[in-house]
């Protein structure tokens, strides 16, 4: 079994303990994203899109124990608002970074080595049942507590394509569903 198949096994079994029931054809489309950086266990995120239309989106979000999402934010694309999202925490512990007065005790951190690529340290602890809204334009990233999260997220339309990543070497690129 391959990384891939071992992270989405591993992100099925997250779904289940929130109690969250998808379908088969879901679980083929779940999207394993490692941002380009080939470290899927450190840096990437498992994502499911139930809808995304030019109106509004919905995911589910999968993080494994630890595993970060990079810093970015969601521009305005020419006249359209960036993407403003709401995270709502099914399972687990999620700390959500974002623009604002840093948290000196915080739990988060940004990944080893890519400390350069992290610049917001407003943390947001999430559990299960809390949410945040994110406006956009907002530059923020997020981290998995030690049990990994389950994040659902409703927001405008989603297009990853003009998501801004303070990291360079990031390729926002989806894998191909297996």
């Not at 054809?25 to 941002?35: C, G, I, P, R, S």
């Not at 380009?36 to 979000?61: F, P, S, V």
């Not at 915080?106 to 947001?124: C, K, L």
């Not at 997220?153 to 070497?169: C, I, K, L, N, Q």
């Amino acid at each position: 079994m391959d990384s891939r198949d071992v992270v989405k096994k591993r992100s099925l079994e997250l779904l289940a303990k929130a109690g969250i029931v998808i379908t088969e054809t879901e679980k083929q489309q779940l999207e394993v994203a490692d941002f380009g950086l080939g470290q899927i266990m450190i840096t990437g995120l498992q994502i499911i899109t139930y809808i995304n239309t030019d109106r509004y989106c919905a995911k589910e979000l999968m993080l494994l124990p630890g595993q970060t999402c990079p810093e970015h934010r969601h521009p305005q694309r020419g006249t359209v608002d960036g993407k403003q999202e709401t995270f709502r925490c099914r399972w687990g512990t999620v700390y959500l970074n974002v623009e604002g007065p840093k948290t000196e005790a915080r739990v988060s951190q940004p990944p080893i080595g890519d400390e350069a690529y992290y610049t917001v340290f407003h943390e947001i602890v999430l559990h299960t049942g809390d949410q945040y809204t994110i406006d956009s334009n907002t530059l923020h990233w997020f981290q998995a507590g030690p049990e990994g999260a389950v994040v659902s997220e409703f927001s405008s339309t989603s297009d990853d394509a003009s998501d801004v990543f303070t990291d360079a070497r990031i390729q926002r690129l989806p894998s191909d569903p297996q």
